[in-house]
């Protein structure tokens, strides 16, 4: 055990496990002044000419293989690529799916995918059906299973609706979660996403158990007919994503994902919704609220919302439900986010959610609710037991979170949101979004770590084994102290408060590089150190 202080402050944790990934920007929401979204993206795909596709894949891909952009390929059922092997999609190919087999492309574990599109040149999977005739899960969709951790009994997880086959092609999960699935960017999921019997439902993407050095980044999925996206176990990284027009919802979320997500824009549209029920995302740990672990914990940032309801006036079809549904004792971190024009917004929904919220494990910081019909924030589940007396939007409001509630979807001020035919999210002026996005949280891993004079900081801190203690440096008083120590993924690992008569804190057995907040009586923030024990 170290016995001296390490004078190393984390303005901003960049030792997190989450080093890099996140980009700070002063907006919140997924876009500011400028549209990524522009050239690569299609929102009227029903009405796109795709040649026929000429190339017929079908059954395994057990070697590298590459499919070239002067070829149209035509996907039929389970195209599984296996035995370590490499697929390579060129800049431009267009693949097509076909809709009598429930076409789906399977990465299995250990096998990889290359798809680099290019913003002018993206890669796109798109219906067999002919022009004005696709519609909504014409196709299974996109699996890439991974060698990550998920929550399940014995480590391993199994795709459902019949993927997974006598040689184990359909399994993901084990102990790897900085495992690489391979690279998709630029790409285009139109029309997938199937439930073809009850209890057998591909989503149009899914994530299963996939490593931290897989890389996703400007995809957009549009008119699936079941979840736009799954996300099951792992720690698989997304960046500018778009689901568009979906039938289901957006993203699911359970078995132990702890990843991170951001810029992205989820639109959906009036009309059209599952009878099971429709959110934005829906956060799970698994389907029977079980304590396993890892626990169900994304990381979000700069996410945009864009819900059915265009005014509180607006009729919409009727299995919406939520922005965000957090059950089943999953929790989250969302920041600098927008949520606009649902029937209701967050849900807090059970008893071992509550517990999470209780413990500071769920996280709204710096984001907007907007024009929600019946309630911005709504509790069931014998949330009260949990939590007597809560009152979820004075949570929500608390001033030291930076949130904000607005009146109408509109009062975002996004360009031009409800054309579906081509939409922009970029501000108007005046916009809420254009400012207040904060990169603070060690969650986020945002800044630099920098050497700092001990003799500048408040307090000095002693390790002698497990017990901290504080010494003043000069005079500081006060009448007492809120300590939190998080792990190197921004989790907090134990909290407690201290008065300035005795500045010691004796913690629990732990190892490993943590990081100590404290702060005064009033919330104010004093310092922030990292420690190794």
């Known amino acids: ?26 907006y919140r929401g997924a876009f500011g002044s400028s549209d990524w979204t522009i050239g690569w993206t299609n929102w ?58 429930a076409t789906c492309l399977v990465i299995a574990k250990g096998a990889k995918i290359n798809a680099v599109g290019t913003s002018s040149s993206p890669i796109v999977f798109t219906s067999s059906e002919a022009t004005g005739v696709r519609t909504y899960g014409d196709w299974g969709g996109i699996l890439i299973l991974g060698k990550g951790k998920v929550n399940v009994s014995g480590g391993v997880a199994t795709a459902g609706a019949g993927i997974n086959n006598a040689n184990g092609d359909g399994l993901y999960g084990g102990s790897d979660d900085g495992d690489s699935s391979g690279v998709i960017k630029y790409m285009r999921i139109e029309f997938a996403g199937i439930q073809y019997q009850p209890d057998k439902e591909i989503s149009a993407l899914t994530l299963g158990a996939v490593g931290s050095k897989t890389e996703i980044d400007f995809v957009q999925i549009s008119y699936s007919g079941n979840d736009g996206l799954s996300l099951s176990g ?19 979320v359970d078995l132990g994902y702890r990843g991170f997500m951001q810029f992205g824009v ?3 549209d009036s009309a059209k919704s599952s009878a099971s029920g429709t959110s934005g995302i829906e ?15 994304p990381t979000i940032s700069n996410f945009t919302f864009v819900g059915p309801l265009t005014s509180l006036s607006t009729a919409y079809s009727s299995g919406y439900r939520y922005a965000v549904h957090l059950r089943r004792n999953g929790s989250c971190a969302f920041f600098n986010s927008a949520f606009a024009g649902y029937p209701r917004g967050i849900m807090l929904d059970g008893s071992a959610t509550a517990s999470h919220l209780k413990s500071d494990l769920v996280i709204f910081n710096a984001s907007i609710l907007a024009g929600m019909k019946t309630k911005a924030l709504d509790t069931t589940g014998n949330v009260s037991s949990i939590l007597p007396g809560f009152d979820f939007s004075s949570w929500f409001m608390n001033a030291t979170f930076s949130n904000t509630k607005l009146t109408l979807p509109k009062d975002l001020k996004l360009s031009d949101p409800y054309n579906y035919a081509n939409p922009s999210f970029v501000l108007k002026a005046g916009s809420a979004l254009a400012s207040g996005a904060e990169f603070v949280h060690p969650r986020l891993n945002a800044a630099e770590v920098k050497n700092v004079d001990i003799l500048k900081l408040k307090f000095k801190i002693i390790q002698q084994n497990n017990l901290l203690i504080l010494e003043p440096n000069g005079i500081f008083t006060g009448n007492s102290y809120s300590l939190t120590l998080f792990d190197l993924c921004g989790r907090i690992v134990s909290k407690n408060t201290i008065s300035y008569s005795n500045l010691a804190w004796q913690l629990p057995e732990i190892n490993g590089q943590f990081l100590l907040f404290i702060s005064d009586s009033f919330g104010n923030f004093i310092q922030c150190q990292k420690l190794l024990f």
């Open 283 to 297: 956060i799970q740990n698994d389907g029977l609220a079980s304590g396993a672990t890892p626990n169900t914990d």
């Open 44 to 101: 009227a795909p029903r009405n796109t000419s795709y040649p026929a596709g000429t190339v017929v894949v079908q059954g395994d891909i057990s070697s590298n293989t590459t499919w070239t952009a002067d070829k149209t390929y035509l996907l039929k059922g389970y195209v599984y690529v296996k035995n370590n092997a490499v697929l390579t999609i060129q800049p431009g190919t267009i693949i097509r799916c076909d809709v009598l087999t």
């Open 266 to 268: 989820l639109l959906r």
């Open 1 to 26: 055990m170290q016995k001296n202080a390490v004078i190393l402050l984390f303005l901003l944790s960049s030792a997190a496990c989450g080093q890099g990934f996140f980009v700070p920007t002063i």
């Open 234 to 252: 792992g720690v698989g990284r997304i960046k500018h994503l778009v689901i568009s027009r979906g039938y289901d919802t957006d993203i699911n």
